[in-house]
């Protein structure tokens, strides 16, 4: 089983600043990369896939980076609904997928 | 636009089993997976498998083998997920998404609260 490990568990930013947020996996899963993004009492949205491609509807502040074994999620300037967990998952090891443990984004 | 409608939250004994349908709209049904995916109470995402709706191809998570059955009705477009054998650590959201072709999740369900009680 491909392990996916996240870093930070927690992010304390303020409004407007950068948050970067990290994904590392325990083998190469080349560039199938996903990041979600979930709110308190939703369901997890699609932000990222292919490591690096947003999703329909994903303001261009959202950006991933990365390839093989190491993964960051960057959102250049935090807006008040940004505020969220984030988890990546890797789907290289179709049919097994694997999440990451989560970052929780929470206002400094 | 594609839709994934789960079923209503559902209370369960430990021991017991629940069934859990995902009935999915604007889209055609057979040409993707359903996987499911649970989240514990302030935990993480757990990969609990996935179906094809094409062919009932299935592929479960290696810690709910045994335990878990899904199924399709295409002539409806829902899946079902079936875990049987109900402990508390089975406490959970429950999701249904559709997969793209690659594995990404871009489509989810709005989550069935399972809570399995002593």
């Known amino acids: 089983e491909i392990v996916m490990t996240q870093s930070p568990a927690t992010l304390s930013v303020s409004p407007g600043e950068r948050a970067t947020l990290s994904c590392r996996a325990s083998q190469s899963v080349s560039s199938n990369l996903a990041w979600y993004q979930q709110k308190p009492g939703q369901a997890p949205r699609l932000l990222i896939y292919?490591?690096?491609t947003r999703a329909t509807g994903i303001p261009a502040r959202f950006s991933g980076s990365g390839s093989g074994t190491e993964f960051t999620l960057t959102i250049s300037s935090l807006q008040s609904e940004d505020f969220a967990v984030y988890y990546c998952q890797q789907y290289n090891n179709w049919p097994a997928l694997t999440f990451g443990g989560g970052t929780k984004v929470e206002i400094k | 636009q594609v839709q994934l409608v789960q079923s209503g939250a559902e209370v369960k004994k430990s021991g017991a089993s629940v069934k859990v349908s995902c009935k999915a709209s604007g889209y055609t049904f057979t040409s993707y997976y359903i996987t499911w995916v649970r989240q514990a109470p302030g935990q993480g995402l757990e990969w609990m498998g996935w179906i094809s709706a094409y062919n009932g191809n299935t592929n479960y998570a290696q810690k709910l083998q045994g335990r878990v059955t899904m199924t399709t009705d295409t002539s409806t477009s829902t899946a079902y997920m079936e875990l049987r054998s109900l402990r508390s650590d089975d406490t959970a959201v429950y999701y249904c998404t559709r997969s793209s072709d690659y594995g990404d999740l871009p489509h989810w369900g709005q989550g069935t609260l399972v809570t399995v009680s002593s």
């Open positions: 292919g490591a690096s």
